[in-house]
């Protein structure tokens, strides 16, 4: 038996999909030391699933904002998203 029929025989381990809304999260709250944050910050600094995807940055931001982790903040700009970062509350089970 060879290495293939091996691996085969055995099953290949499931590969660990990461929810990008909670990996968003979890960058904000550990990695990023401002305040505030702006849909630009995320596409030039977020991890790398997320980044240089500005439709998958606005719809994992709009769910934050829904949860409460993110809160709009108006800006001088029709184009600038830019949100205030809720810390304090806690990481884990903050999705209903």
């Known amino acids: 038996m060879d290495l293939f029929e091996?691996?085969?025989a055995k099953g290949t381990p499931e590969a660990v999909h990461e929810d990008p809304t909670e990996k968003l999260l979890q960058w904000l709250i550990k990695s990023w030391g401002q305040p505030t944050i702006t849909a630009r910050?995320?596409?030039r600094h977020a991890p790398s699933p997320i980044y240089h995807d500005i439709t998958m940055i606005l719809s994992l931001t709009r769910v934050l904002a829904d949860e409460g982790w993110l809160i709009s903040i108006p800006t001088w700009r029709r184009d600038k998203r830019e949100?205030?970062?809720a810390r304090g509350l806690p990481l884990k089970n903050w999705q209903k």
């Open 6 to 8: 091996r691996l085969a």
């Open 41 to 43: 910050d995320i596409y």
């Open 83 to 85: 949100w205030k970062i």
